[in-house]
């Protein structure tokens, strides 16, 4: 295009070879082909690598398209080849492109229905402490609607109560989940069927779901799973992009991937531009009734809590699960060294507790598990049991400082003190009288006249005067005391 643009500018073919870099016989020769409407490509010039294609496309075709361009052109060296490795990758990317043009895999659109289809798969989770979690993350395949839930293993039970816990923040079931081939679903392929976990069925069963999984090793297959994997990853996974440390509670990372999903399904989605969420009460009529109870076969046996102590037994032994489940049934199972402890509320399975087997004899509580902590012998809050008492506690924490330190030591006439207090916050008000009460109670001043005292010197400091300490009054205590002493 150069040399025919320079030769439209000068219409010389010696002048346009000159501005384009080429012979003028070369420019005579384009003109010539645009004028007979044909224009040539440039000759391919022959190469080193030549004699050795065919091989390069053996070995592509026998590869598969995955042999490296470095490791023919060593071998390609030891054959007698002069060329670059340059040169090599260049012919090795042609072969591998002629090659693909032929076994490309081509794909037919997946148009699904509502209420048809929802997947699931897992992802790496952040750490929580000294523990690895990992990410169940689930979707309905027409509206997009996506869950993720933070676990702890991949056990079937934990995978039961996940699904469960999906479905009732889908609304209903679906007729189809599928999945790839972990062995809590596939046991084991068979001339390329999936043999299906028994519990898995039994579970299934009891929602009405058909679970089917994808071709093993080929991911595509269930790709809307993959991309709500990669995209909750992206956001809770602590990465260089969001710079999130480590969750310290298991709680935390609950509600960060609530947040999550309730922020994804808010927004449009890119394929149907509208919020999953606003679709999901579209399809939420096209889902089946979800059974009021989850299936609990696989969470182990049931326990109920004490009534006033939270513990549980299990194998002989006592573990301790949180105080607002006093009463309540429980499932109780083990897995490995770890006892896990799953509570079915209105909202499905949750997982409550999890503590490290032990042996009978050596319990395992956890502290958080009992509540707050009860007043102790030397620590209690004064709380007032007759009207007069209310009258003086009243006053503030001066007054109930005041009462716990005079209580301490002994002190004599209390009740009575306590109602000379009230009657001078009927005089002076309630801050004042509060204020000299806790002046003695750091002093440790519970004489009669005490507290009018001080209430007296608060007023005379508020009022301004200062008073300094001279040889009339002095802080150094006096002598007289020895005087006759010895004799």
């Known amino acids: 295009m150069e040399i025919l643009e320079a030769f439209d500018l000068t219409q010389s073919f010696r002048d346009a070879g000159e501005l384009a870099g080429c012979d003028h016989h070369t420019v005579a020769r384009y003109v010539d082909d645009r004028q007979a409407g044909e224009i040539s ?53 042609e072969a591998k492109t002629a090659w693909r043009a032929g076994h490309r895999r081509c794909y037919r659109p997946w148009v699904p229905e509502p209420g048809m289809w929802f997947q699931w798969d897992y992802g790496d989770g952040p750490q929580v402490g000294p523990l690895a979690t990992s990410l169940f993350c689930a979707w309905l395949a027409w509206s997009r609607f996506r869950v993720v839930i933070p676990i702890l293993d991949k056990t079937l039970p934990t995978v039961i109560a996940s699904i469960d816990t999906s479905l009732r923040r889908f609304g209903g079931v679906p007729t189809y989940a599928l999945t790839d081939n972990e062995k809590t679903v596939s046991t084991e392929h068979i001339a390329r069927i999936a043999v299906r976990h028994p519990e898995i069925v039994a579970a299934s069963r009891h929602y009405g779901l058909t679970i089917a999984t994808c071709v093993p090793a080929d991911p595509e297959s269930k790709g809307g799973s993959e991309a709500t994997v990669r995209i909750a990853k992206s956001d809770l996974v602590p990465t260089e992009a969001n710079l999130l440390p480590a969750y310290e509670s298991f709680a935390q990372l609950e509600d960060a991937c609530r947040a999550f999903c309730e922020g994804i399904n808010a927004r449009p989605h890119r394929a149907t531009k509208r919020a999953p969420a ?26 109920r809590v004490g009534e006033n102590l939270p513990v549980i037994a299990y194998d002989g032994s006592e573990y301790s699960v949180p105080h607002v489940l006093a009463g309540e049934v429980v499932w109780v199972r083990a897995h490995g060294d770890a006892v896990v402890v799953v509570h079915v509320g209105s909202t499905g399975p949750v997982e409550v507790a999890r503590h490290a087997r032990t042996t009978p004899g050596n319990p395992r509580y956890l502290d958080a598990h009992f509540g707050p902590a009860p007043e102790g012998p030397l620590d209690r809050t004064p709380r007032p049991t007759s009207p007069a008492e209310g009258d003086f506690l009243g006053l503030g924490e001066g007054a109930r400082l005041w009462l716990k330190e005079a209580a301490s030591q002994g002190v004599s006439r209390i009740r009575a003190k306590m109602a000379e207090a009230v009657a001078l916050a009927r005089l002076h008000g309630a801050g004042p009288v509060d204020l000299a009460l806790g002046h003695a109670a750091v002093m440790e001043r519970f004489g009669e006249g005490d507290v009018v005292a001080i209430l007296t010197h608060l007023a005379t400091a508020n009022s301004g005067e200062l008073r300094r300490a001279g040889e009339a009054s002095s802080l150094q205590p006096g002598t007289r005391s020895w005087e006759g002493f010895g004799r």
Request: overall charge neutral; charged content about 35%.
């Open 41 to 93: 490509q440039p000759s391919r010039r022959e190469q080193l690598i030549d004699p050795f294609l065919l091989k390069l496309e053996e070995w592509v075709e026998k590869s598969k398209g995955k042999v490296r361009a470095d490791v023919a052109h060593d071998k390609l060296v030891l054959m007698g080849y002069e060329g670059s490795e340059r040169t090599t990758r260049r012919a090795v990317a």
């Open 278 to 303: 606003e679709m999901l009460a579209e399809e939420a009529s096209r889902l089946h009734p979800l059974p009021d109870t989850p299936y609990t076969a696989a969470f182990g046996v049931t326990r």
